[in-house]
């Protein structure tokens, strides 16, 4: 059996996550490599035998050698491409929910948002007294009538 040579480079048993033409972000290891955080990048060059891979920025700038778990692919219609294309009225309306996907009013907005619902309180409770109304009283074939709308007992007119 020959002697191992030390030299040789160890090959990974892993195949490579990341090809030519991919598009990555860098995630970690700055300070080591040249990327930019949260910039987009094009996979020029990919080594297999120490897992690391080499990218292209949009101005043709090209970083420094980066392991591949310092990256993740940017497949994803992502925030940064987002801020590139829609208008800053839209971004700022976005900017007011949590999440990308099933969007919800952000907590804090929403609180205040009803706290400026005039009379919301009286609302409330008139509301209330209706519902309990409406469900006590038969109609002539002796069922309870249909409730109406939320907006129907509200009557949120005047906050326009």
């Known amino acids: 059996m020959p002697p191992k040579d030390p030299f040789a480079r160890r090959r990974s048993s892993q195949s490579a996550p990341f090809k030519n033409g991919d598009k ?3 995630t970690g290891g700055f300070g080591h490599h040249g990327y930019e955080p949260g910039r987009l990048y094009t996979v020029t060059s990919v080594d297999s035998n120490d897992n690391t891979l080499k990218a292209q ?5 090209e970083g420094g050698w980066i392991k591949w778990r310092d990256c993740q692919k940017a497949n994803d219609i992502g925030w ?7 208008p800053a009225e839209a971004l700022d309306l976005l900017a007011a929910f949590d999440g990308v996907e099933g969007l919800s009013l952000r907590e804090d907005l929403r609180n205040r ?3 400026q619902i005039p009379g919301l309180h009286d609302k409330i409770l008139g509301a209330l007294a209706d519902e309990e109304v409406v469900g006590q009283t ?3 074939n002796g069922t309870a009538p249909a409730a109406d709308s939320l907006d129907e007992l509200l009557e949120f007119e005047d906050l326009d």
């Open 113 to 115: 948002l009803v706290m």
């Open 80 to 86: 940064e491409w987002l801020k590139t294309v829609l």
């Open 57 to 61: 920025a949009a101005n043709g700038q």
């Open 24 to 26: 990555i972000r860098a």
């Open 138 to 140: 038969p109609t002539a």
